[in-house]
């Protein structure tokens, strides 16, 4: 969530927050829970706000914020109650070590590398030539033997393989960089340099 939508006390209030929602037995609790807490005012869609995390990437991403058409609130719902749920460290707010929770985004990851960062979803001819083409800037940093074809047949796996670099870089003090100021409630999308 945006600094100034958060709870005074920071994440670990913001996490409590959301396990007290009313989930009426689904797993998560619906977008319109957080717009009505942490957007008063707002219309039931909420209003698209951007973390410092997220603007700072230079990607398309969708807002922790916005209910709407490609909005990000349900998401963020789902991510802070799991968060909550699992009670494990989570990086910037718990120091970094071998097991910590880390933020990951894969386009934003993708175009520090300077590799293809969008249009990469999909079935068609034209995303699976864009995953093999990411698949070859991969490779230079890992070796993916056995793996290719399924890289290059679903996105959803070679985003998992793009996200463990992720705790790569904050484990090993090796991200592309870092807020200007304090991570407050917001956190950090962690991003490996090389």
């Keep these: 969530m ?3 939508r958060c709870p005074a006390g920071g994440h670990q209030s913001l996490l409590a927050h959301v396990l007290r929602w009313d ?12 717009i009505r807490e942490f957007l008063p005012g707002a219309s039931h869609v909420g209003f698209k706000e951007y973390r410092q995390t997220e603007r700072g990437w230079g990607v398309n991403v969708r807002s922790t914020t916005w209910a709407g058409p490609r909005g990000g609130a349900a998401m963020t719902v789902a991510c802070l109650t799991l968060l909550a749920r699992a ?9 970094a070590r071998a097991t ?9 990851q993708l175009r520090t590398w300077g590799l293809p960062f969008d249009r990469y979803n999909g079935s068609d001819s034209a995303a699976r030539q864009v995953r093999a083409s990411i698949l070859e800037g991969v490779r230079r940093r890992l070796m993916t033997n056995g793996f290719e074809a ?14 463990a670099f992720a705790g790569v870089a904050v484990t090993r003090a090796r991200l592309a960089r870092l807020p200007d100021g ?7 999308i962690a991003v490996h340099a090389e």
């Design 23 to 34: 989930r009426a037995g689904r797993p998560f609790a619906p977008a319109s829970a957080l």
């Design 2 to 4: 945006p600094e100034r």
């Design 182 to 188: 304090p991570f407050g409630a917001e956190g950090w």
């Design 87 to 95: 009670r494990r460290p989570a990086w910037p707010f718990e120091p």
């Design 150 to 163: 399924l890289l290059v047949e679903n996105a959803d796996a070679l985003d998992a393989v793009v996200c």
């Design 100 to 108: 910590v929770l880390v933020e990951a985004f894969p386009a934003a």
